[in-house]
């Protein structure tokens, strides 16, 4: 367990709102990520963040947008939703060099199922 | 960019049976680190096994074991005598050394009838 949840855990809203999902860990963790899981394509990496307010952009972005203020929590935002944008989102941390666990290995939260009506 | 293929969109077996869940991947780098999860019915993602570039033993952990040969890029899972329980979408998942962009295949779903 790595001490990670998401919320909500299930949300459904309207094509054209803004949907903000939150990651929330309380293990200190420096890096944090956010994946979407669709039919078909696995899980596919949206943004992912190296500390306090450095992220990147991953394989997904374009729709996405992130922000890491504090350490302990990493935001999703959709600022206006599609329905292409109906997919499970998980949250994952991993570790920086030199951490006692691999660093490479990433550790998932439980996800959130967002429908997009 | 990386790339991981996981051929086998659905398996089906009896209880009690081998299965073997393929994996081929593909990359650039001499450094990476390969994996595999499980996500059970109830959604989650469990971490079942990191391999690095540079160690191609094999392993075992009770029924479950993995081959990962460097000369076919392959890192395969087998669960040895099958239970009900095995049931669940197995993802591989490939990473190269100083990316963090992670990239999964799509998945194999194994059902194990009893």
């Known amino acids: 367990d790595a001490g990670i949840t998401q919320s909500p855990r299930h949300k459904v809203t309207e094509t054209g709102t803004p949907v903000t999902l939150r990651c929330h860990q309380t293990e200190n963790h420096r890096y944090m990520y956010w994946y979407r899981q669709d039919p078909g394509h696995g899980l596919r990496l949206i943004h992912y963040s190296y500390g306090v307010k450095d992220t990147d952009k991953g394989e997904v972005s374009d729709g996405y947008s992130v922000s890491r203020s504090k350490t302990e929590d990493f935001l999703l935002t959709l600022e206006s939703a599609t329905s292409s944008q109906t997919s499970v989102y998980f949250c994952?941390?991993?570790?920086?060099?030199?951490?006692?666990?691999?660093?490479?290995?990433?550790?998932f939260g439980p996800g959130t199922r967002l429908t997009v009506l | 960019a990386q790339k991981v293929t996981q051929a086998q969109t659905e398996i089906s077996v009896v209880e009690k049976e081998d299965v073997t869940l393929d994996c081929v991947y593909e990359?650039?780098?001499?450094?990476?680190?390969l994996f595999w999860y499980k996500q059970p019915p109830s959604g989650e993602l469990v971490f079942l096994i990191r391999r690095n570039s540079f160690d191609e033993q094999n392993e075992i952990s009770g029924r479950y074991s993995w081959n990962f040969q460097k000369s076919t890029s392959s890192f395969n899972f087998t669960i040895t005598a099958s239970q009900v329980v095995d049931s669940a979408v197995y993802f591989c998942a490939l990473s190269e050394e100083n990316n963090n962009d992670m990239r999964f295949g799509a998945g194999t779903r194994l059902t194990v009838k009893p």
């Open positions: 990359t650039r780098d001499t450094t990476y680190y």
């Open positions: 994952a941390i991993s570790e920086p060099p030199g951490a006692k666990i691999p660093t490479d290995t990433q550790y």
